[in-house]
C-alpha cells in the first residue's frame, strides 16, 4: 500500500519560496502507474489543484499558479517536491501531496501540512 | 475554466437515508469526474473515479452516475460514518476543478 507524508516548515514570511516535499512509501516513485500531484485547500474552504508531476518528470501546473509553482522529483529520495514562491496571506492552507493511480484517480492521499503565511 | 456546481450544498438526513447529491459541469467533461468524501481535519478519501467507478475497498452502497455535464453520487442508505462533505472534481480542462462541496448533517 502506497504511503505518503509531507514535510516543510509551517510557518513562511510573505514574499518568501516555501518547499513541501512528499515521501513515498509502499513503490517506486518511477512506477509509471503514477502520476503524483499536489492539492491545497485553504482553512474552511475548498480544495485546489495546483499541479502534477509523471514519472518521468513531465509536468502541469494550475494556469493561476504557474508562474510561482515547481515540482520536482528526487528519485534517488523517493520524494517529490513543491515550491511556491512569493507567497502571500492568499497561500495560507493545507497541502496534501497525492498519488494518482492513473489519470483523473487520486487514490492515495498524505495526511496534508498546514502553511501559514504570515 | 470548467466550473462544477455542486447541490445542495448542504443536507440533514438520518441514518437508512437514500441521499443524493449532483454536480455540474459548465461543460461537457465526458465521464472525467471523480467524488470525495472528506471529514473534519483529515484528506479527500476517493470514492469514484471516471464518473461511476467504485474505488477499491469503498462500500457499495456509494454510487455515482452521469456523463457530459450532469452526474449524481448517491448513498443507498446513509450510515453513521457517511456524515463527511462531498466534492466532485473533473479531470479533462484545465485546470483540474473542484465542486464546493455538499455537507452531510445528521437530522
Known amino acids: 500500500q502506497v504511503q505518503l507524508q509531507e514535510s516543510g516548515p509551517g510557518l513562511v514570511k510573505p514574499s518568501e519560496t516555501v518547499s513541501l516535499t512528499c515521501t513515498v512509501s509502499g513503490d517506486s516513485i518511477t512506477n509509471n502507474n503514477y502520476i503524483w500531484a499536489w492539492v491545497r485547500q485553504p482553512p474552511g474552504k475548498g480544495l485546489e489543484w495546483i499541479g502534477t508531476?509523471?514519472?518521468?518528470?513531465?509536468?502541469?501546473?494550475n494556469p493561476s499558479l504557474k508562474s510561482r509553482v515547481t515540482i520536482s522529483v528526487d528519485t534517488s529520495k523517493n520524494q517529490f517536491s513543491l515550491r511556491l514562491s512569493s507567497v502571500t496571506a492568499a497561500d495560507t492552507a493545507v497541502h496534501y501531496c497525492?498519488?494518482?493511480f492513473g489519470a483523473g484517480r487520486p487514490r492515495f492521499w498524505g495526511q496534508g501540512t498546514l502553511v501559514t503565511v504570515s | 475554466a470548467i466550473q462544477l456546481t455542486q447541490s445542495p450544498s448542504s443536507l440533514s438526513a438520518s441514518v437508512g437515508d437514500r441521499v443524493t447529491i449532483t454536480c455540474r459541469a459548465s461543460?461537457?467533461?465526458?465521464?472525467?469526474l471523480t467524488w470525495y468524501q472528506q471529514k473534519p481535519g483529515k484528506a479527500p478519501r476517493l470514492l469514484i473515479y471516471d464518473a461511476s467507478i467504485l474505488e477499491s475497498g469503498v462500500p457499495s452502497r456509494f454510487s455515482g452516475t452521469g456523463s457530459g455535464t450532469d452526474f449524481t453520487l448517491t448513498i443507498s442508505s446513509l450510515q453513521p460514518e457517511d456524515f463527511a462533505t462531498y466534492f466532485c472534481q473533473q479531470f479533462i480542462g484545465s485546470p483540474f476543478t473542484f465542486g464546493g462541496g455538499t455537507k452531510v448533517e445528521i437530522k
Open positions: 461543460q461537457g467533461i465526458a465521464t472525467a
Open positions: 508531476i509523471s514519472s518521468r518528470g513531465t509536468t502541469y501546473y
Open positions: 497525492v498519488g494518482l
